[in-house]
């Protein structure tokens, strides 16, 4: 069976710091891979995606995550943040040909002015 | 483009009560879900559809049921509300296993 791991529940930071988010699946076939934000009342929009090819991706507002297949990681990382930052982050995945896409607990990111 | 539109916004039922939550997709996706979203657990899938005609179990679905009515809806019932079933309900529909869209959420308390 599928599962994600988010291993930060809740991060702080200070404006301008850098930020990496852990996330870990199980799952042994072909993987998606995704990385979901909430902002406060929000719904969830894509931050960024992988399918396949180059394992480090660019997403929207500075992110990027890295696909090291050997660590079932996918691994959010932004050189900078912002305020506008503070939300929650979702890491989810899919794979096999199922159409099950799994989430993981979510890290909660709250930055400080 | 309305993209995933999901009725009602805000419910309150009585435990017992019975209602349906509403989905529907203007994207001609293949796949629908239903999550629910609890403080700490992120979320966790309830049933999902790949296509029309098919539904499927996902992590959480005992209490729960629901029907793909055609490729564009894709309804939720709760058939006895408990308290735990209070939480945050999202629909999603996707083009097989590419990028999920979200609804903007239904917000069920049962007391």
């Known amino acids: 069976a599928q599962s994600v791991s988010q291993h930060n529940h809740h991060v702080i930071l200070s404006e301008a710091a850098s930020l990496e988010l852990g996330c870990n699946y199980s799952?042994?076939?072909?993987?998606?891979l995704f990385w979901y934000v909430q902002y406060p009342g929000q719904h969830l929009q894509l931050l960024l995606k992988?399918?396949?090819?180059?394992?480090l991706v660019k997403g929207i507002k500075g992110f990027e995550a890295e696909f090291i297949k050997s660590k079932f990681s996918f691994n959010l990382r932004k050189p900078s943040v912002q305020w506008s930052d503070t939300a929650e982050y979702f890491c989810?995945?899919?794979?096999?040909?199922?159409?099950?896409?799994?989430f993981g607990a979510g890290t909660r990111l709250a930055v400080h002015p | 483009n309305a993209g995933v539109t999901q009725t009602p916004k805000f419910q309150v039922l009585k435990t017992g009560q019975s209602m349906t939550l509403q989905c529907a997709q203007d994207?001609?996706?293949?796949?629908m879900y239903w999550y629910r979203q609890d403080p700490g657990m992120g979320l966790r899938l309830i049933y999902y559809s790949a296509s029309e005609g098919t539904t499927d179990k996902g992590e959480v679905p005992n209490g729960y049921n629901v029907s793909r009515l055609n490729k564009r809806e894709f309804s939720l019932r709760l058939e006895s509300a408990a308290p735990s079933q209070t939480s945050v309900y999202f629909c999603?529909?996707?083009?097989?296993?590419?990028?999920?869209?979200f609804g903007q959420g239904t917000r069920l308390t049962v007391v």
């Open positions: 999603a529909s996707s083009e097989g296993v590419g990028r999920a869209f």
């Open positions: 994207m001609n996706h293949n796949s």
């Open positions: 799952y042994g076939g072909t993987v998606n």
């Open positions: 989810a995945v899919n794979g096999g040909g199922y159409n099950k896409l799994i």
């Open positions: 992988y399918f396949s090819g180059d394992p």
